[in-house]
Every structure is written in C-alpha cells, then in structure tokens.
C-alpha cells in the first residue's frame, strides 16, 4: 500500500547506514539456496518491515526506536511495539532466521538491533554461513556485483582495496603531524 511504501520505506532510504544494511540483505542473498533465501526473508521481516533499534536521545539515554516499515506504518502496532507487551529481542539473524511470525497480527517478538552498522555486521556474518559456490563483491564505483571467481578478479579487488587503505593511511597521517 501506498502508505506503508511512502511513511515506512521511503524515509529510511534516504539514510545511508539504512540502505547500507538493506543493501546486504540483498547480496546476500545471490546465489543462496532456497533454504537460505527463507532465512534471509525472515530476517528481512524483522529488521526492514518491523525492525527496532536503539539510539541515544538528547540526553545521552539508549532508547528504542523503530525502523521497521511496517511499524512506521501502522500506528497501532507502533505503539504496541514500543509496549512492555511484546518480547524484545537483541537482533541475532540466527535467532530472528528460526523465529516464526504472523503475517495478519502484531507480532509477538520483535528483534531490537544495536544499531545498523552492528546489524550489518551480524548480517554479513550469517550470510558467511551460507553454502555458496562463490564470494561477492560490491564495488561502490560502478555500483556493480562482481562475483570472485578467478585468482585475477580477486587479485584487481586485493589491489584497489591496497590503494583506498595507503590513501586513507597518508590522510590519517596527515592529522597526526598537524
């Protein structure tokens, strides 16, 4: 629905920690089994469509908030979220992978991420688990995935990866001496 598209998705794409962590469930998802496509769908459901995470309000307190399209939709299930009534989980793919959800109610458990770089993490970890017959890699240049299947590719990624981190290291020391 056009609302749910609009309030829920919209807004949380336009942040690029968020897009980030979306971004990985997708690569994740290339080449996965099918098995393995249900577990990232599940994991998607608890994160993008009714995910919570923490955040530091003004006076430096965790609280926490919802990113989940599905709660920035409906103000019911928000409110009902943000309740002491459901169970609040700390986001591990693992678990939300294995945990079973209702499609036409407010769901029972949500799963509460540290934060999106920490839920990217943890997503890139459980996707290592993954049988695939090859790695990945995004390259932000040509916004293409490569897939890594031959000494050359991954050697040209080892290379330009080299060269992001000497540029990097001159402009850190370039602090240190100022």
Not at 119 to 128: D, I, P, R, T, V
Not at 144 to 172: F, H, N, T, W, Y
């Amino acid at each position: 629905d056009v609302c749910h598209e609009l309030l829920g998705h919209v807004p949380l794409f336009a942040d690029p920690e968020f897009a980030s962590f979306s971004q990985e469930i997708g690569l994740a998802s290339l080449g996965a089994s099918d098995e393995d496509l249900d577990k990232l769908a599940t994991c998607y459901w608890f994160t993008v469509e009714f995910g919570l995470c923490k955040q530091r309000n003004s006076s430096g307190t965790q609280e926490v908030r919802a990113f989940g399209a599905g709660l920035l939709s409906s103000f019911g299930e928000l409110g009902y979220a943000l309740s002491s009534e459901p169970a609040l989980l700390p986001f591990s793919p693992a678990q939300a992978a294995a945990t079973p959800y209702p499609v036409t109610k407010y769901q029972p458990t949500y799963f509460v991420a540290e934060s999106f770089e920490t839920a990217k993490k943890q997503l890139q970890e459980f996707s290592l688990t993954f049988a695939r017959p090859f790695e990945l890699y995004y390259n932000p240049v040509t916004q293409c995935v490569e897939k890594l299947d031959s000494v050359e590719k991954i050697a040209r990624v080892a290379k330009g990866l080299q060269q992001q981190l000497a540029l990097v290291s001159s402009a850190l020391a370039r602090f240190a001496t100022s």
